[in-house]
């Protein structure tokens, strides 16, 4: 515990206030190493009884992984007691009784750390659920899970565009995802399109239905926004069954065409992906690259919505979500503010959706039910409205949750064999939402991160601090 | 206050085109009619308030200025232009800010996002000098740049509010009730920052106002408002005195 940032008194506010990465990561990795240590002989190796033989089996990837999730808790442990110092150690901004110093927040100081942690995981999840489970075949489970909960990541930051950047409450955002769907899945079946054209037409053409819900209901607000975008969302599937010469009905589309490798097919034969690349053919390679496409459709969204957020168009949904009538008497122009929120969140959804499309080869009006807008609007607002790394934990949560909790095979030394840990997965995890919901009631991140964060703080000169009293 | 000089300087007024100019307004919430036909002038480099008791339609009249209710009836001109039928945000283009009701500065920005949403109709331009004279203007306000809006007090709010709009160098400035919910001592501050505005910057101002002493002193012209209708007008000195102004909305103290 030598480490600066530990130490935490109001005599060493100094030390407190900056994070101090460099002795974090060395005090991890210090720890790191006396796991790994450690694991030698508690961990690395098994005895294992083969009928009369005795042999050890080595367990070093075991070994390896809990050294590397200790020095992953070990450094969130740092930023938290940083955080938690810092806090103490400064005036809360809510407490408006003094002056409070020009410098980022505790969340800042958090997010700053928590963004490459998540990413550096994203990025090596294929590889490390292959060394987990020790094949590509094998982790196909897992795989897929990541690229559903990704797909929702993606949806959930589309989504807080419009409900958490620019406050228009939109119950009918699968509308958006299944118009995406049908984008890609018509164009590619009846002419032809590869995937990589249909991606920006579905987006386009998911941002054009955005503007068409967004005129008649640019006047409404709040829970009458919501009925309306709610039977918006109902609209496009019963469209989408009942318009069958154009969308074949509720039999959906199948055989819709696979997502190459930039030209590169995923096939076993000549010129197929493994071929190109020397590989042994495994289809399992398709599913990794889809993993990383909706990996990379997703930074995107949240790329472009950081970038949006600090360009005036961004600040105008922010200022509208506070206070429209403050907004319009400051010369935003409310119309076009909110069509843009309404065209830009639906255009991801687009995305989403014609990725969701390639990725099952298979659509039909089901998909897009009403309990799918429901999920990705919880995800947005128990992720904390507008908070990107909020939202990304919300689906992580809520996608990945019910899978795992499908696994609780422990309770049945609880509750006996009989026990089916599938059947309660539903309640544990609704009555986990009601205790989020009573803890935090704003979401998981309710603090909004200023967008602008003034560097050097502004000197204040006594002459004018003593006309401030009052 | 220059009393001799603000006189004179209605007097030359007088003759020509006032800045703002309210004729025949008739405003309505639904079929109840809020305005009843109201003429009003507010000249250049003039305080102009308009006073009156709860309910009279004196935020009405300030909002239907900005287009927010519309006038079914009559003429709003600014500048020369009639501005009647131009959505909200295009009048808040033409160098007219306003400070509403209510303060409604956005709580979950900082007060720098604050700022710069009030300097966002002119693109930004000269936001560093802005800032630094709003932030001598309120000394407070330079204390918490970085605090969240939702996190001041009431006075710091409003001088936010003010800040805010001052910060699209206004040629008009609307105030509707800065001094509600205030200490004394602040509405002292914030009526003295507003003279200041008048009298260095030349900026015109329309206030309006519950606290009718304070402004009918700070003002060279005021107006009175009973349900709808203007129903008195003159310099702010003559409805000081007024014995009716006085047994309406001044006495029983100040």
């Known amino acids: 515990m030598n480490a600066p940032s530990i130490t935490s008194s109001a005599q060493t506010q100094a030390a407190t206030k900056t994070f101090d990465l460099k002795a974090a990561l060395g005090d991890a990795f210090r720890t790191a190493l006396i796991t790994f240590g ?36 070990r450094l969130v442990l740092h930023a938290f007691t940083a955080s938690r110092s810092y806090r103490q150690a400064t005036p809360s901004p809510k407490q408006a009784t003094e002056p409070v110093h020009a410098e980022p927040s505790a969340f800042q100081h958090v997010s700053k750390f928590a963004i490459p942690f998540f990413l550096g995981v994203a990025l090596a999840f294929p590889v490390l659920i292959y060394f987990v489970q020790g094949g590509l075949n094998e982790s196909r489970y897992w795989i897929d899970l990541g690229i559903l909960i990704l797909t929702y990541v993606m949806l959930g930051w589309g989504l807080n565009i419009v409900v958490g950047l620019a406050g228009l409450l939109d119950l ?14 018509l164009l590619s079946t ?11 037409l579905a987006g386009i053409l998911a941002a054009f239905w955005g503007m068409i819900l967004g005129f008649p209901v640019l006047r409404l607000r709040g829970d009458y926004l919501a009925i309306v975008t709610l039977a918006f969302g109902e609209i496009i599937r019963l469209v989408l069954i009942n318009w069958t010469d154009l969308t074949n009905g509720a039999a959906g589309i199948s055989s819709i065409p696979r997502a190459s490798f930039f030209g590169i097919p995923f096939t076993a034969g000549e010129g197929g992906f493994a071929q190109t690349f020397g590989l042994e053919f495994n289809g399992m390679h398709r599913i990794i690259f889809l993993y990383y496409l909706i990996l990379v459709l997703a930074l995107i969204t949240n790329f472009v919505t950081m970038r949006l957020r600090k360009l005036p168009v961004g600040r105008a949904w922010e200022a509208l979500r506070e206070d429209e009538i403050a907004c319009r008497s400051l010369g935003i122009n409310t119309t076009n503010t909110k069509l843009t929120a309404f065209a830009i969140g639906a255009m991801f959804g687009g995305f989403a959706g014609s990725f969701f ?16 807008s429901a999920i990705i609007l919880a995800i947005v607002v128990m992720g904390g409205m507008g908070s990107q790394i909020g939202v990304a934990i919300a689906a992580i949560v809520l996608v990945g949750g019910p899978e795992v909790l499908r696994n609780l095979t422990f309770l049945k030394a609880i509750f006996g064999e009989g026990f089916d840990p599938n059947e309660y997965r539903l309640l544990i ?42 | 206050m220059t009393a001799g000089a603000s006189i004179q300087q209605t007097a030359i007024d007088a003759g020509r085109q006032p800045l703002l100019s309210v004729r025949g307004v008739k405003t309505y919430y639904g079929n109840i009619i809020a305005l009843k036909g109201v003429d009003m002038d507010v000249h250049e480099g003039e305080i102009v308030t308009l006073i009156g008791a709860n309910g009279a339609g004196k935020s009405t009249l300030m909002m239907t200025i900005f287009g927010n209710p519309r006038a079914r009836e009559g003429t709003i001109t600014y500048a020369g232009r009639d501005i009647t039928k131009m959505p909200t945000h295009e009048i808040a283009q033409l160098s007219i800010a306003q400070s509403p009701e209510g303060r409604r500065i956005f709580p979950r920005m900082t007060v720098f996002e604050n700022l710069q949403m009030g300097a966002s109709i002119n693109g930004m331009a000269h936001f560093d000098q802005d800032l630094e004279r709003v932030c001598t203007l309120f000394p407070r306000l330079k204390e918490r740049l970085q605090q969240r809006g939702g996190t001041l007090s009431g006075g710091e709010q409003q001088m936010l509010a003010i800040a805010r709009a001052l910060m699209s160098r206004p040629r008009l400035l609307l105030l509707d009730e800065p001094s509600l919910g205030l200490a004394p001592l602040i509405v002292k501050q914030i009526f003295s920052i507003i003279k200041e505005l008048n009298e260095k910057d030349g900026m015109t101002v329309f206030l309006v106002e519950q606290n009718a002493y304070h402004a009918l002193k700070l003002a060279h012209r005021g107006y009175v408002m009973v349900t709808g209708n203007i129903t008195m007008s003159g310099t702010g000195k003559d409805l000081l005195n007024d014995p009716q102004v006085r047994a309406a909305y001044l006495e029983g103290g100040h």
Not at chain 1, 175 to 182: E, K, L, R
Not at chain 1, 190 to 200: A, D, Q
Not at chain 1, 435 to 461: C, N, T, Y
């Open chain 1, 38 to 73: 450690l694991s030698i002989p508690i961990l690395s190796f098994k005895t294992e009884q083969n009928g009369a033989d005795l042999f050890l089996r080595s367990r070093w990837d075991l070994a390896l992984i809990i050294t590397a999730l200790v020095f992953g808790l």
């Open chain 1, 190 to 200: 009846t002419f032809g399109l590869s995937f990589w054209i249909c991606l920006p």
């Open chain 1, 172 to 185: 009918g955002y699968v509308a958006f995802y299944a118009v995406g769907a049908y984008s890609y899945a």
């Open chain 1, 357 to 372: 499309a390639v990725r099952q080869g298979f659509v039909s009006p089901e998909s897009f039910n009403f309990l799918e």
């Open chain 1, 429 to 470: 995890f609704g009555m986990g939402m009601v205790a989020m919901m009573v803890w935090r009631p704003r979401g998981l991140i309710s603090e909004r991160d200023p967008s602008v964060v003034l560097k050097e703080r502004k000197a204040i000169s006594g002459s004018l601090v003593k006309e401030g009293h009052g």
